[in-house]
Structures are given as C-alpha cells and as structure tokens.
C-alpha cells in the first residue's frame, strides 16, 4: 500500500454535471499530481500542485481545476462533464526537493468516474 | 511530435523465463526513465528509476537498461513468476519543474504456469 487513498471509489455522473474527486497523500509529501486513465491506455498528466500552488498543467481544458490543502489532502473538480471525462482518474503524492527531478511518485488506487 | 512507444501486444511467456519489456521514445530529453506496475483496478506502483547517465540497474529480479542514443529503455524479468502477471508502464522526467511524468501505454505480461 502506498498510503495514498481517493475517494470515492466509483463514481455515475451525467453529461453537463461537475464533480469533485478527493485524495489525501502520503503524510510529509508537499507534491500532488492528478493523471488522467482511460481504458487501455497509459496515465495523462492533467495538473500538479506543489506547497498548494499549481506548479504546472498538461492539456486539459479549464474545466479541470483543483486544490491543494495543507492537511495533505487535494481535490480535482470537473465542470461541464463530457463522456469523454468517463477514466480513471489518479492521484499521485511525492516528495520533492528544489528544482531536482526523479521523484518517486505514489499512486492512490484511483477513482472509475463514468459519465453517461 | 513526441512519442513512447510501448508494446501493445501482450507478451505471454513460461514461467521461470525472462521477460523483456521495450519502451521507445522520440522527440524527448528524459533526465529519468522511471518503471511502474499497474494491477486490473489499482493504481501504478513504482518499480525502478534509472538517470540519463546510467546504463543499468538493478533490484532483485528486475533489471532496467537505459540507452539515450537509441532513446531506449529495456525492462527484464529474470526467474518470471504467474504474479508478475500485470501491465507494466515506463515514464519518462524531463525533470522540466513541474515533475511530472509522461507514460507510454504499456504492456500487458502474462506469465503461464
């Protein structure tokens, strides 16, 4: 286990509807990355947030937009869904030093978001 | 444009052989290469990192090679079991800032008994 959990597990929404995904990372860890999963494919890198400020977006239209809190917990809200929105959705903590790079990243067991 | 090209064929293999994963990319400047393994349902688990300036490396069964002239990495799986059965991704840090990581698609390992 990496000590990384979301919530919810599942989630049914319909198109036009905005949700909020929550993640509480690793206990120290000052970075949260959000990626994006769909069936088949490799995780996207939607936005990732450092000491609570965004420190760099992949590309993802507006209507993904999140938080950081200091209690180690995030959350990835969604407006507008689309049924393309319908992946996994993860959430990854780290650690991460200065400008370095190489961080290890723990991934929390996902949240399945289904847009109908 | 910028690619990572995993296999996106199962590899089936006998167990007790050695598995070899490729991962391929283009138009990247990856610092580090990292491996993760990802379940049916779970998320990515991390498995190695190896730097740009290393060629191998090493952790129990497993084995990473990186090679930034071919812009390759080779993942093994020596003494294969059926429980490392899963698909197994490789990412790349371009170590830009913002520490993210870019994920091929990966490639689904059946190990048969």
């Known amino acids: 286990e990496t000590g990384v959990t979301q919530s919810p597990t599942h989630l049914i929404k319909t198109r036009g509807q905005q949700v909020t995904l929550r993640c509480s990372s690793q206990s120290g860890h000052n970075t949260v990355s959000w990626y994006q999963q769909a069936l088949g494919q490799g995780p996207q890198f939607i936005f990732q947030?450092?000491?609570?400020?965004?420190?760099g977006r992949g590309n993802f239209p507006p209507r993904f937009s999140g938080l950081q809190f200091p209690n180690y917990s995030s959350e990835l809200n969604v407006n507008a869904l689309e049924l393309d929105d319908s992946a996994l959705y993860l959430c990854?903590?780290?650690?991460?030093?200065?400008?370095?790079?190489?961080?290890?990243?723990?991934f929390g067991p996902g949240t399945r978001l289904t847009v109908l | 444009s910028q690619k990572i090209e995993q296999n996106s064929e199962a590899l089936n293999i006998q167990e007790g052989k050695t598995a070899t994963l490729t991962c391929n990319y283009t138009?990247?400047?990856?610092?580090?290469l990292q491996w993760y393994r990802q379940d049916p349902g779970r998320g990515p688990v991390f498995l190695l990192l190896i730097r740009e300036n290393e060629k191998e490396k090493r952790k129990e069964r497993l084995k990473v090679t990186f090679d930034t002239t071919l812009k390759q990495s080779l993942f093994h799986i020596t003494a294969s079991q059926p429980a490392d059965s899963a698909t197994y991704l490789c990412a790349l840090d371009e170590q830009t800032g913002r520490r993210a990581l870019t994920f091929g698609s990966g490639t689904r390992l059946q190990v048969q008994p």
């Open positions: 947030y450092y000491r609570e400020e965004e420190n």
């Open positions: 138009n990247y400047s990856p610092a580090y």
């Open positions: 990854a903590s780290s650690f991460s030093t200065g400008t370095s790079g190489g961080d290890t990243q723990y």
